[in-house]
């Protein structure tokens, strides 16, 4: 039991019978996120941390691994810096390498807010909530950072305007760094069932999300054109 990162590929046009990640050899390993050059993929674990024989309270942390000629090299750490809270989870990265994610911190605005940290000289930072405009007493989660960080869509579930079952949201990153009011994406996209898992496909063609409306959770996709619909609204 428990969960594995597992990958599949396309050969002529057919997919591969999945097998597990060589960097996942852990029963918690989840939420896989590359780098946007494809370099490195970052998860969260309820691995032991370094120098421990088990792991801690039960929260998850972020761990990576990089690419090398001969495949992928083994899991890491991310740190203690970005580990600090009770749980990190759901990684996504721009392509500057900034990290967004969802944590659960004592500091923090509700049940699991969404953070950023920002690499310097190869070294990431310590985690900034973003502020009451995306975070609330809610549970803020699943979040999508787009490439260039001109926007994020995240997965929130009771916040009044929403359809009952946990809606996607999206906020667009303004020049001065503040964040537009989470406005929500509309029933196009939602209903009152859940709705989680946001990712944008590099290209930015499609918008892919998980939902709950025909069934256990099965995978979606709209055009991505509804994100520039939002922004003109």
């Known amino acids: 039991t428990g969960t594995k990162i597992m990958v599949t590929s396309q050969v002529n046009g057919r997919w591969t019978a999945p097998k ?23 998860f969260s674990a309820r691995r032991p941390r370094p120098g421990e024989s088990e792991s801690g309270e039960g929260g998850f942390d972020l761990w990576f691994a990089e690419r090398t000629e001969e495949g992928w090299g083994e899991e890491q750490f991310l740190g203690s810096v970005v580990n600090s809270g009770k749980s990190q989870v759901y990684s996504t990265l721009t392509r500057d390498d900034t990290l967004y994610f969802q944590a659960v911190r004592e500091e923090g605005y509700g049940k699991a807010d969404i953070y950023r940290s920002v690499m310097i000289d190869g070294v990431y930072q310590a985690p900034e909530n973003l502020g009451p405009l995306i975070n609330s007493e809610n549970y803020e989660g699943d979040v999508f950072i787009a490439p260039d960080d001109s926007y994020l869509i995240v997965s929130i579930y009771g916040r009044k305007d929403g359809f009952g079952g946990g809606d996607l949201y999206i906020s667009f990153h303004n020049t001065d ?7 929500n994406m509309g029933s196009a996209i939602n209903s009152d069932k859940r709705y989680f898992c946001p990712m944008v496909t590099p290209d930015g063609r499609f918008l892919f999300f998980f939902s709950k409306r025909a069934g256990a959770g099965d995978i979606f996709r709209v055009d991505a054109k509804v994100m520039q619909t939002l922004r003109a609204d």
Do not use: I
């Open 20 to 42: 597990a990640a060589a960097y996942s050899n852990h029963p918690s390993d989840v939420d896989p996120a590359f780098s946007f050059n494809g370099r490195k993929v970052f």
């Open 177 to 183: 760094d503040t964040w537009s009011p989470l406005k």
